[in-house]
């Protein structure tokens, strides 16, 4: 299967501070990345969605201007966690689809963020 | 109405036995996808396999089959000869064509636990 990447694994923060999290879709063009946060044995919530080169759409209740996600290229799209505060440590995944409807999304490895 | 439905919290199997690991949906929509994903304790979602709703035949791949039975609306994951590696969180999916929001985005299930015993 196709393979996503995603970078860092984990990190941790101090409160207030900001955090970058990339994926990158190593063997094929992604039109369309996905932004996920899963808490403790719970499922995948849906983010955002993102297209290259066009502003992300945020799922209700997720702030745009805290989780800031840019996807510059068809192989790349980046999320950050603006001022960060304890409430926002969780897992969160990223995924890629390549063009058409029904393509199957590849996901990367996760990204576990603790905010002390 | 939740769309994607696994009634199973936690399963338990013997190595080498068979397992099928439930999940119904719900969708008006008559062009959709149907997916498993496995989810080990290291956290990345592995794509399992696909079945589609125009699909005549079940999807399989290596020691994973889809009974697919549409009027039901159920997809079961069906993994034969588990190993101990099986040990995952395993979630259904489903992706509407023509009324999915986001673009067509992912609907997960809740997942079911699956630990092979050996």
């Known amino acids: 299967g196709a393979v996503v990447s995603q970078h860092p694994s984990w990190v941790i923060c101090k409160s207030g501070t900001s955090v970058k999290i990339e994926c990158r879709s190593l063997?094929?063009?992604?039109?369309?990345m996905f932004w996920y946060r899963q808490f403790p044995k719970q499922s995948l919530m849906l983010m955002a969605t993102?297209?290259?080169?066009?502003?992300?759409?945020?799922e209700q209740g997720v702030e745009k201007d805290k989780f800031l996600i840019n996807h510059a290229s068809l192989t790349l799209s980046t999320l950050t966690v603006t001022s960060a505060h304890p409430e926002d440590s969780s897992f969160y995944i990223c995924?890629?689809?390549?063009?058409?409807?029904?393509?199957?999304?590849?996901f990367g490895p996760g990204t576990r963020l603790t905010v002390l | 109405a939740q769309k994607i439905t696994q009634t199973q919290p936690g399963m338990f199997v013997q190595e080498k036995e068979a397992v099928t690991l439930d999940c119904t949906y719900d969708?008006?929509?008559?062009?959709?996808?149907l997916f498993w994903y496995k989810q080990p304790s290291s956290g990345e979602m592995i794509f399992l396999i696909y079945?589609?709703?125009?699909?005549?035949q079940n999807a399989t791949e290596g020691r994973y089959s889809l009974n697919f039975q549409k009027a039901r609306k159920s997809a079961n994951l069906v993994i034969s000869a588990s190993q101990l590696g099986d040990s995952a969180m395993y979630f259904c999916?489903?992706?509407?064509?023509?009324?999915?929001?986001?673009?067509?985005?992912?609907?997960f299930g809740k997942g079911t636990k699956l630990s092979v015993k050996p």
């Open positions: 999916a489903m992706r509407e064509a023509n009324y999915g929001g986001s673009q067509g985005n992912l609907i």
């Open positions: 063997d094929f063009q992604a039109t369309t």
């Open positions: 995924s890629a689809r390549a063009s058409g409807r029904m393509g199957t999304q590849y």
């Open positions: 993102s297209n290259e080169g066009s502003k992300a759409t945020y």
């Open positions: 969708t008006s929509d008559p062009s959709y996808g």
């Open positions: 079945q589609g709703s125009y699909d005549q």
